[in-house]
């Protein structure tokens, strides 16, 4: 079945790079997105990344995606505390997209 | 901002009430999915419009409907509102199904239902 893995918390300081892991399941997906949710909204879109790409990096935020293992992970250089917020990881292979449980990332001042 | 728009922010209803949740898509936009996002959990898909056709459905009873218009707005209808129906209802649109040549969905505030 369809299924998207994230551990739920993780906590850095200020300034240190944050590494967000994900795995899923769908061997058919083709896209890959991070998205991030604060306190009481909707959800932003912060990267995607295709099925046929090994990385990708967006100012602060590089994305490596390892197919073999189906594993996704999201790294945010020199983390700010206004990157506090929760971190989904999805798939999409077809008409919908499958969602992670999110990550809870605390940023310590 | 994402172009995307839900209404109501919030709503309190009883348990075996209905309730119509609806979403402004931007102008283009061919497809609005909806997603359930309970409280802790990630969002969950509920079903996708594309030209006002269900297009696809995830693992919801039949209570849950919806209808797209021409002028790129929809609807979440829910009848015989359940206490576990409790959560935060977000709308998605983009110009075509996600997933197709790097489309990518924007997602709207969504509307935080509260069954009493």
């Known amino acids: 079945g369809e299924d998207v893995e994230q551990s739920l918390f993780l906590s850095v300081r200020e300034g240190d790079s944050s590494v967000i892991n994900c795995t899923y399941t769908d061997s058919s997906s083709t896209y890959l997105y991070w998205y991030k949710q604060e306190p009481g909204a909707g959800l932003q879109l912060l990267t995607y990344?295709?099925?046929?790409?090994d990385m990708k990096q967006d100012q602060r935020l590089t994305v490596l995606l390892n197919k073999k293992d189906k594993h996704l992970s999201l790294r945010i250089a020199d983390t700010q505390t206004g990157d506090s917020a929760i971190y989904f990881c999805a798939e999409t292979g077809g008409f919908k997209t499958i969602f992670g449980a999110g990550t809870r990332l605390f940023v310590k001042a | 901002e994402t172009g995307v728009t839900q209404s109501p922010t919030h709503l309190i209803k009883t348990r075996g009430q209905q309730v119509t949740l609806r979403c402004s898509s931007q102008?283009?936009?061919?497809?609005v999915s909806w997603y359930q996002q309970a409280l802790g959990q990630g969002p969950q898909f509920i079903f996708q419009y594309y030209r006002e056709e269900e297009n696809g459905r995830g693992n919801f009873p039949p209570r849950f409907s919806g209808l797209q218009f021409p002028n790129y707005s929809s609807e979440l209808n829910v009848n015989a509102l359940e206490l576990d129906d409790s959560a935060l209802y977000l709308c998605a649109s983009s110009r075509e199904a996600p997933g197709t040549s790097g489309e990518t969905q924007y997602f709207g505030p969504g509307t935080r239902l509260l069954v009493l």
């Open positions: 990344i295709f099925s046929n790409m």
């Open positions: 102008s283009g936009h061919n497809t």
